[in-house]
C-alpha cells in the first residue's frame, strides 16, 4: 500500500524551476496539512514547505520567496514549484503529512548545477 509518490524531479541548472507532485491517498487530504522536506547527502531531513487544511502556507527560510506549495484536494495532490533553483537544493524531495506521520515514500531527485 503506498500513500504516498513524488515525481517531477530531475536535473537542472542554477536559477532554473521544476515542478514536483506528489500524489497520495485520498483520507490524508481531509484531515492533514502537508509537508515537502528534502535530504541532501550526509544531512538530516528539512521541512521545506507546509501547506495547510484551509490552503495557509509556512516556508523555510532558505526558500522563501522562491519556492510555493500548492494543493488540489479534489485530486489528492500536492505540488512545490520550485523557482531561482540554486545548487544547495539539490537534493531527494519528499512529501508526507504535516508533522509526519504516514511511512516515507521513495522521494525524487532534484539537481542543480552550477
Request: overall charge positive.
Amino acid at each position: 500500500q503506498v500513500q504516498l509518490m513524488e515525481s517531477g524531479g530531475g536535473l537542472v541548472q542554477a536559477g532554473g524551476s521544476l515542478r514536483l507532485s506528489c500524489a497520495a491517498s485520498g483520507s490524508i487530504f481531509s484531515t492533514n496539512h502537508m509537508g515537502w522536506y528534502r535530504q541532501a547527502p550526509g544531512k538530516q531531513r528539512e521541512v521545506v514547505a507546509i501547506i495547510t487544511t484551509g490552503g495557509g502556507t509556512s516556508f523555510a527560510p532558505d526558500v522563501k520567496g522562491r519556492f510555493t506549495i500548492s494543493r488540489d484536494n479534489a485530486k489528492n495532490t500536492v505540488f512545490l514549484q520550485m523557482n531561482s533553483l540554486k545548487p544547495e537544493d539539490t537534493a531527494v524531495y519528499y512529501c508526507n503529512i504535516f508533522p509526519p506521520g504516514v511511512d516515507w515514500g521513495q522521494g525524487t531527485q532534484v539537481t542543480v548545477s552550477s
